[in-house]
T-cell receptor, first 110, second 116 residues
Framework: GQNIDQPTEMTATEGAIVQINCTYQTSGFNGLFWYQQHAGEAPTFLSYNVLDGLEEKGRFSSFLSRSKGYSYLLLKELQMKDSASYLC???????????FGKGTRLSVIA | EAGVTQFPSHSVIEKGQTVTLRCDPISGHDNLYWYRRVMGKEIKFLLHFVKESKQDESGMPNNRFLAERTGGTYSTLKVQPAELEDSGVYFC??????????????FGPGTRLTVT
Protein backbone atom coordinates (compact mmCIF):
# COMPACT_ATOMS: atom_id res chain seq x y z
CA GLY A 1 0.00 0.00 0.00
CA GLN A 2 0.88 3.65 -0.08
CA ASN A 3 1.11 5.83 2.99
CA ILE A 4 2.08 9.44 3.52
CA ASP A 5 2.21 10.84 7.05
CA GLN A 6 2.43 14.42 8.21
CA PRO A 7 1.33 16.15 11.42
CA THR A 8 -2.28 17.27 11.48
CA GLU A 9 -1.74 20.68 13.03
CA MET A 10 1.10 22.99 14.01
CA THR A 11 1.26 26.43 15.59
CA ALA A 12 4.16 28.85 15.33
CA THR A 13 4.88 32.47 16.12
CA GLU A 14 5.20 35.26 13.60
CA GLY A 15 8.85 35.77 12.65
CA ALA A 16 9.88 32.29 13.77
CA ILE A 17 10.96 29.20 11.82
CA VAL A 18 8.80 26.09 11.47
CA GLN A 19 9.59 22.66 10.02
CA ILE A 20 6.80 20.45 8.68
CA ASN A 21 7.80 16.81 8.32
CA CYS A 22 6.50 14.21 5.89
CA THR A 23 7.29 10.51 5.74
CA TYR A 24 6.21 8.27 2.90
CA GLN A 25 6.02 4.65 1.79
CA THR A 26 4.92 4.43 -1.83
CA SER A 27 5.00 1.87 -4.62
CA GLY A 28 7.22 4.09 -6.76
CA PHE A 29 9.02 7.38 -6.44
CA ASN A 30 9.60 10.09 -9.00
CA GLY A 31 9.59 13.11 -6.73
CA LEU A 32 7.90 14.76 -3.80
CA PHE A 33 5.82 17.92 -3.94
CA TRP A 34 4.81 20.43 -1.33
CA TYR A 35 1.67 22.47 -1.92
CA GLN A 36 0.18 25.33 0.10
CA GLN A 37 -3.58 25.59 0.35
CA HIS A 38 -5.52 28.47 1.88
CA ALA A 39 -9.08 27.68 2.87
CA GLY A 40 -11.39 27.58 -0.13
CA GLU A 41 -8.59 28.08 -2.62
CA ALA A 42 -6.57 25.93 -4.99
CA PRO A 43 -3.49 24.12 -3.73
CA THR A 44 -0.52 26.07 -5.04
CA PHE A 45 2.87 24.61 -5.86
CA LEU A 46 5.71 25.33 -3.45
CA SER A 47 8.46 22.85 -4.24
CA TYR A 48 9.50 19.66 -5.98
CA ASN A 49 12.34 17.40 -4.81
CA VAL A 50 13.50 14.34 -6.69
CA LEU A 51 17.14 14.19 -5.57
CA ASP A 52 18.41 14.06 -1.99
CA GLY A 53 19.21 17.36 -0.41
CA LEU A 54 17.89 20.80 0.30
CA GLU A 55 16.18 23.07 -2.22
CA GLU A 56 15.91 26.70 -1.12
CA LYS A 57 13.47 29.18 -2.56
CA GLY A 58 13.20 32.43 -0.65
CA ARG A 59 11.68 31.93 2.78
CA PHE A 60 10.74 28.33 1.94
CA SER A 61 13.10 25.35 1.73
CA SER A 62 12.37 21.69 1.13
CA PHE A 63 14.54 18.71 2.00
CA LEU A 64 14.43 15.14 0.77
CA SER A 65 16.05 11.89 1.89
CA ARG A 66 15.00 9.08 -0.45
CA SER A 67 16.71 6.38 1.58
CA LYS A 68 14.72 7.38 4.67
CA GLY A 69 11.46 8.14 2.86
CA TYR A 70 11.47 11.54 4.51
CA SER A 71 10.98 15.16 3.55
CA TYR A 72 10.46 18.41 5.36
CA LEU A 73 9.29 21.88 4.44
CA LEU A 74 11.04 24.70 6.27
CA LEU A 75 9.37 28.09 6.52
CA LYS A 76 11.47 30.99 7.79
CA GLU A 77 10.49 34.46 9.00
CA LEU A 78 6.91 33.36 9.37
CA GLN A 79 4.19 35.78 8.37
CA MET A 80 0.52 35.72 9.27
CA LYS A 81 -0.32 34.99 5.63
CA ASP A 82 1.58 31.70 5.92
CA SER A 83 -1.33 30.32 7.93
CA ALA A 84 -2.62 27.59 5.61
CA SER A 85 -2.61 23.87 5.02
CA TYR A 86 0.59 22.37 3.67
CA LEU A 87 0.20 19.25 1.58
CA CYS A 88 2.91 16.67 1.00
CA UNK A 89 2.40 14.60 -2.18
CA UNK A 90 4.43 11.90 -3.89
CA UNK A 91 4.63 11.24 -7.62
CA UNK A 92 5.05 7.54 -8.28
CA UNK A 93 6.29 7.90 -11.85
CA UNK A 94 6.07 10.18 -14.87
CA UNK A 95 2.77 12.01 -15.20
CA UNK A 96 0.88 9.68 -12.89
CA UNK A 97 -1.49 11.04 -10.26
CA UNK A 98 -0.17 12.48 -7.03
CA UNK A 99 -0.56 10.59 -3.77
CA PHE A 100 -1.34 13.05 -0.99
CA GLY A 101 -0.92 13.15 2.75
CA LYS A 102 -3.77 14.58 4.80
CA GLY A 103 -2.08 17.94 5.08
CA THR A 104 -0.72 19.97 7.98
CA ARG A 105 -2.74 22.95 9.11
CA LEU A 106 -0.30 25.66 10.20
CA SER A 107 -1.48 28.53 12.36
CA VAL A 108 0.82 31.54 12.67
CA ILE A 109 0.14 33.59 15.78
CA ALA A 110 1.35 37.02 16.83
CA GLU B 1 -1.91 32.99 -18.51
CA ALA B 2 -5.18 31.76 -17.03
CA GLY B 3 -4.98 29.02 -14.44
CA VAL B 4 -7.16 25.96 -14.03
CA THR B 5 -10.77 26.97 -13.59
CA GLN B 6 -13.67 24.95 -12.24
CA PHE B 7 -17.39 25.47 -12.32
CA PRO B 8 -19.43 25.69 -10.21
CA SER B 9 -17.57 26.69 -7.07
CA HIS B 10 -20.34 25.26 -4.90
CA SER B 11 -23.22 22.91 -5.56
CA VAL B 12 -25.89 21.71 -3.16
CA ILE B 13 -28.14 18.94 -4.45
CA GLU B 14 -30.47 16.34 -3.04
CA LYS B 15 -29.72 12.67 -2.93
CA GLY B 16 -30.70 11.06 -6.20
CA GLN B 17 -30.17 14.16 -8.31
CA THR B 18 -27.54 14.64 -10.98
CA VAL B 19 -24.68 17.12 -10.94
CA THR B 20 -22.08 17.93 -13.59
CA LEU B 21 -18.81 19.55 -12.68
CA ARG B 22 -16.64 21.27 -15.24
CA CYS B 23 -12.90 21.83 -15.42
CA ASP B 24 -10.99 24.00 -17.86
CA PRO B 25 -7.28 23.14 -17.70
CA ILE B 26 -4.43 25.43 -18.59
CA SER B 27 -4.31 25.79 -22.37
CA GLY B 28 -1.96 23.29 -23.95
CA HIS B 29 -1.81 20.94 -20.98
CA ASP B 30 -2.30 17.37 -22.16
CA ASN B 31 -2.76 15.86 -18.71
CA LEU B 32 -5.92 16.48 -16.76
CA TYR B 33 -6.63 14.93 -13.36
CA TRP B 34 -9.69 14.78 -11.15
CA TYR B 35 -9.22 14.46 -7.40
CA ARG B 36 -11.62 14.51 -4.47
CA ARG B 37 -11.26 15.46 -0.83
CA VAL B 38 -13.83 14.12 1.57
CA MET B 39 -14.08 15.87 4.94
CA GLY B 40 -11.23 14.87 7.22
CA LYS B 41 -9.47 12.78 4.61
CA GLU B 42 -6.62 13.32 2.20
CA ILE B 43 -7.03 14.42 -1.40
CA LYS B 44 -7.55 11.25 -3.44
CA PHE B 45 -7.15 10.60 -7.12
CA LEU B 46 -10.18 9.83 -9.27
CA LEU B 47 -9.22 9.92 -12.94
CA HIS B 48 -6.44 10.92 -15.34
CA PHE B 49 -6.88 12.03 -18.95
CA VAL B 50 -4.12 12.37 -21.51
CA LYS B 51 -5.67 14.58 -24.13
CA GLU B 52 -9.10 13.01 -24.73
CA SER B 53 -8.15 9.50 -23.59
CA LYS B 54 -8.69 8.06 -20.14
CA GLN B 55 -5.19 7.06 -19.02
CA ASP B 56 -6.17 5.84 -15.56
CA GLU B 57 -9.60 5.68 -13.97
CA SER B 58 -8.69 3.38 -11.11
CA GLY B 59 -9.77 5.96 -8.53
CA MET B 60 -13.36 6.31 -9.72
CA PRO B 61 -15.50 5.05 -6.83
CA ASN B 62 -18.29 3.46 -8.86
CA ASN B 63 -20.27 3.67 -12.08
CA ARG B 64 -22.30 6.60 -10.83
CA PHE B 65 -19.34 8.75 -11.83
CA LEU B 66 -18.73 9.55 -15.49
CA ALA B 67 -15.92 11.74 -16.76
CA GLU B 68 -15.42 13.01 -20.28
CA ARG B 69 -12.91 15.17 -22.07
CA THR B 70 -14.21 15.52 -25.58
CA GLY B 71 -11.72 17.21 -27.90
CA GLY B 72 -9.02 17.06 -25.28
CA THR B 73 -9.79 20.48 -23.82
CA TYR B 74 -12.21 20.93 -20.94
CA SER B 75 -13.50 18.01 -18.90
CA THR B 76 -16.76 17.24 -17.16
CA LEU B 77 -17.43 14.94 -14.23
CA LYS B 78 -21.02 13.82 -13.84
CA VAL B 79 -22.41 12.18 -10.72
CA GLN B 80 -25.68 10.38 -11.34
CA PRO B 81 -27.49 9.67 -9.08
CA ALA B 82 -25.70 11.48 -6.27
CA GLU B 83 -25.42 9.86 -2.84
CA LEU B 84 -24.66 11.42 0.54
CA GLU B 85 -21.12 10.03 0.57
CA ASP B 86 -20.31 11.90 -2.65
CA SER B 87 -20.11 15.14 -0.68
CA GLY B 88 -16.67 16.69 -0.73
CA VAL B 89 -14.44 19.04 -2.67
CA TYR B 90 -13.64 17.98 -6.23
CA PHE B 91 -10.36 19.31 -7.56
CA CYS B 92 -9.13 19.36 -11.10
CA UNK B 93 -5.46 19.66 -11.99
CA UNK B 94 -3.53 19.83 -15.23
CA UNK B 95 0.07 19.38 -16.30
CA UNK B 96 2.11 19.47 -19.47
CA UNK B 97 2.86 16.36 -21.51
CA UNK B 98 5.81 14.03 -21.23
CA UNK B 99 9.30 15.42 -21.41
CA UNK B 100 8.80 18.03 -18.75
CA UNK B 101 11.24 18.29 -15.89
CA UNK B 102 9.03 18.72 -12.88
CA UNK B 103 5.66 17.14 -13.71
CA UNK B 104 4.09 19.99 -11.76
CA UNK B 105 0.34 19.75 -11.49
CA UNK B 106 -1.60 23.01 -11.38
CA PHE B 107 -4.79 22.84 -9.36
CA GLY B 108 -8.11 24.55 -9.74
CA PRO B 109 -9.95 26.01 -6.73
CA GLY B 110 -12.27 23.03 -6.52
CA THR B 111 -16.01 22.51 -6.54
CA ARG B 112 -17.57 21.97 -3.14
CA LEU B 113 -20.37 19.44 -3.55
CA THR B 114 -22.91 18.93 -0.81
CA VAL B 115 -25.46 16.15 -1.17
CA THR B 116 -28.38 16.40 1.27
Amino acid sequence: GQNIDQPTEMTATEGAIVQINCTYQTSGFNGLFWYQQHAGEAPTFLSYNVLDGLEEKGRFSSFLSRSKGYSYLLLKELQMKDSASYLCAVLNSGNTPLVFGKGTRLSVIA
Amino acid sequence: EAGVTQFPSHSVIEKGQTVTLRCDPISGHDNLYWYRRVMGKEIKFLLHFVKESKQDESGMPNNRFLAERTGGTYSTLKVQPAELEDSGVYFCASSQGSGTATYEQYFGPGTRLTVT
